[in-house]
């Protein structure tokens, strides 16, 4: 038997020990199950995943560039907390941005983008995993801005939208949020199939704009 006959795994699929890390701490972040200014001490996370300090680090410090986690001195890494200014601020760009970005996809879109979109929007509806939410919202958002062709702009609104998932999250969980968001959705899909970019555009605000409200109302004081 030849090596060639083996059938060996593809590692260079398979994802390094950091990644692993990066993804499980990203998720108690996301979920809520860490806590903002909660320190995260890398013996703690080493022992835990029984690996040596090096590839926690490397997750942290790839949580960091995602906005999730800062290092500080005496601390270490702790979770970041966004003050209400700040938070306002990225909402604020979220429209810009995603208000030009719908304006530049509609011309380009096609029956499959509508047929994409629509997919996702019964996968919205019918799940009940939370955490799978905030992924399809993303998942619908990207399919409308794709056909814009600006893969740069499109990964400025993803960076802001990792950013604030963990708000999104708490957001469609209140009452009524999730339905909200699909009634939304679907408006803008319907101006999308229009051929109205400018109606997409000002549904895009609204929507943005509502989210970034309940979120003030819902948030305990001093939360953000």
């Known amino acids: 038997m030849s090596l060639r006959q083996l059938k060996a795994p593809n590692l260079g699929i398979t994802p390094t ?14 979920s809520g199950a860490l806590a903002e200014g909660e320190p995260i001490r890398q013996d703690d996370v080493a022992q835990l995943f029984n690996v040596s300090k090096i590839p926690v680090r490397e997750a942290l410090k790839r949580l960091e560039a995602e906005g999730l986690v800062l290092f500080q001195r005496n601390k270490g890494a702790v979770i970041t907390r966004i003050s209400e200014p700040e938070l306002a601020q990225m909402f604020e760009v979220r429209v810009l941005l995603e208000m030009q970005a ?26 009940d995993n939370i955490g799978r939410w905030a992924e399809l919202n993303w998942q619908l958002h990207a399919c409308l801005y794709e056909p814009a062709q600006r893969p740069f702009l499109l990964n400025l609104i993803r960076s802001i939208h990792d950013k604030l998932e963990r708000y999104l999250r708490l957001q469609m969980s209140l009452s009524s949020g999730k339905n909200r968001a699909d009634h939304e959705h679907r408006e803008i899909l319907e101006a999308c199939r229009a051929g109205d970019g400018e109606r997409a555009a000002q549904l895009i605000e609204t929507h943005i704009n509502g989210v970034c409200q309940v979120l003030y109302e819902h948030l305990p004081k001093g939360a953000a």
């Open 17 to 30: 020990a950091s990644e692993v890390i990066a993804t499980h701490l990203r998720e108690a972040i996301v």
């Open 102 to 127: 719908i304006r530049l996809a509609v011309p380009n879109m096609t029956e499959a983008t509508f047929a994409q979109a629509e997919q996702i929007c019964a996968a919205f509806l019918g799940e």
